[in-house]
């Protein structure tokens, strides 16, 4: 394991959390979505969701700021671009604020073949 890995911090939630949305799920079997972020870490490398009966093994976990984001990690998100997905983020919390420096955990994964 190299140290990147080594150094993470303990999990905040478990994986069952990770995908939640209705929507979000729907993406993720479609293929549509491989990656999530979220204000802690939700999952270990190599970890594996089930969602509707399928498995997605995490191959990835690494902490971000918000304002790295790009349109390019928003389509992984499954959003057409940055905008979308800022805006959805938003109307998920009524009253939040998109903070650039905001520091996220980002949760990439892919079918388990």
């Excluded at 069952?16 to 993720?28: N, R, Y």
């Excluded at 549509?32 to 972020?37: A, V, Y």
């Amino acid at each position: 394991m190299s140290k990147k890995y080594a150094d993470l911090p303990p999990k905040s939630c478990t994986i069952e959390q990770l995908v939640t949305i209705p929507d979000d799920i729907k993406k993720v079997i479609a293929g549509e979505k491989q990656s999530t972020r979220r204000n802690g870490r939700y999952a270990d490398i190599g970890e594996v969701m089930s969602l509707e009966g399928q498995e997605f093994i995490v191959t990835d976990v690494y902490a971000s700021q918000l304002k790295n984001m790009t349109d390019e990690d928003a389509k992984k998100e499954g959003y057409k671009d940055l905008a979308t997905y800022q805006s959805f983020i938003l109307s998920l919390h009524p009253g939040m604020k998109w903070v650039p420096e905001m520091k996220v955990w980002v949760h990439e994964y892919e079918l388990k073949v």
